[in-house]
């Protein structure tokens, strides 16, 4: 049986003694290392999502200035293709104009020598003439 004397009021002290220098000793300490421990953490999670957006804010960056420069690169290409275009087609255009000066060059030339022939022809036509007619007659024709 439980009996109520002076050995259970010192077991009571004893107890609440105890509890106070192992709060003292143990479970403060300890309390404050995981206390330290999760404020680390914390400041890491913290650090570590201002560098996700430290990241973020630079890739978006990174490819704004992309777009830019594939817009830049863009545009003169398509400036040096015109720029191309337009040299290839004045250069086409000076090769045509003289092929077509020479075309007219030669055929003129091709008509001065047609002429040339066409009218040796029709001044020897009638010597021609008289000497075929004199060989199919066998006789001459002058007169």
Do not use: C, W
Not at 28 to 48: A, E, W
Not at 121 to 142: C, P, T, Y
């Amino acid at each position: 049986m439980i009996t109520i004397d002076i050995t259970m009021f010192i077991h009571i002290v004893n107890m609440i003694v105890l509890m106070i220098v192992l709060n003292a000793i143990l479970y403060k300490p300890v309390q404050t290392i995981l206390q330290k421990r999760r404020d680390r953490i914390d400041s890491l999670n913290n650090d570590v999502e201002q560098f996700e957006q430290n990241a973020r804010h630079r890739q978006k960056e990174v490819d704004r200035k992309m777009r830019e420069a594939s817009s830049k690169a863009k545009a003169a290409l398509d400036g040096a293709r015109a720029e191309a275009q337009a040299a290839g087609g004045e250069k086409l255009a000076a090769i045509r104009s003289e092929a077509d000066a020479d075309k007219e060059k030669q055929l003129a030339e091709i008509h001065s020598q047609i002429d040339a022939a066409a009218k040796e022809l029709q001044d020897g036509v009638s010597d021609f003439a008289n000497d075929m007619a004199g060989k199919i007659l066998g006789r001459s024709l002058e007169a």
